[in-house]
């Protein structure tokens, strides 16, 4: 933390901006519709990780998330989504929008404009300007899957959750019944309302099969983000 320069505290005392650190931007925003899958979304070559938010569209069975972030050394240069239906050995597809915020040198604003505050760190870099589209915080809190999480003040918010987690599941009755299937699984969210979401595992490959049946997972709880 830097003894000198500008500093704004939110009502909680949280550092908002400063003359230190940079804020995140939004680079692309969008929609991928009736996913069923990986999709990936490409992004300018930067150092510096991408942040995704997504905000599902379809129906409560539909499931959607990050899976992961496309890295070529030394840039960044995407992120992969998922989308499927809630269920081991469900099959469907899911809808919905993302942003997807990156940091930069550089903000990218209008050239063109005379107004608005602007701040550098010490090396003279702009790392705020009132006109960029910055990441915003709106809430956070912890939800469970399998839980429906709502959030009254606000209304279809964009979500960022972590950790990610995974599960494997197989439904055999055992011997003398032939094998079945064992799914791996991956958490998501799914769209209850305008105001409430749900975590839920959704089938992501099938790894064999088996006589056996069980479940193991990595976890049950995310830490959850809404933003703008």
Request: charged residues 15%; contains cysteine.
């Amino acid at each position: 933390m830097s003894d000198y320069g500008l500093k704004i505290n939110n009502t909680k005392s949280e550092i908002q901006i400063d003359s230190l650190y940079s804020n995140y931007l939004l680079e692309k925003t969008g929609s991928i519709s009736s996913l069923n899958g990986l999709s990936t979304v490409s992004i300018e070559n930067n150092l510096y990780p991408p942040i995704a938010a997504i905000r599902p569209t379809s129906n409560s069975t539909g499931v959607c998330g990050v899976f992961d972030v496309s890295y070529s050394s030394p840039y960044y240069t995407g992120v992969r989504f998922f989308g499927g239906k809630e269920g081991a050995g469900a099959v469907g597809t899911c809808s919905f929008d993302y942003k997807i915020f990156t940091l930069k040198k550089e903000l990218i604003t209008s050239s063109n404009s005379d107004y608005g505050l602007r701040i550098r760190d010490s090396l003279g870099n702009l790392v705020y300007h009132t006109l960029s589209n910055s990441l915003k915080i709106l809430e956070t809190g912890i939800a469970t899957i399998g839980s429906t999480y709502t959030h009254s003040s606000y209304t279809n918010p964009y979500y960022i959750f972590s950790p990610w987690h995974s599960a494997v599941v197989c439904f055999a009755p055992g011997p003398p019944m032939p094998p079945m299937p064992i799914y791996s699984l991956k958490s998501g969210l799914s769209k209850i309302s305008s105001t409430s979401i749900q975590m839920k595992w959704t089938t992501c490959a099938v790894l064999g099969v088996d006589r056996i049946g069980g479940a193991n997972s990595s976890g049950s709880t995310v830490n959850l983000i809404l933003c703008e």
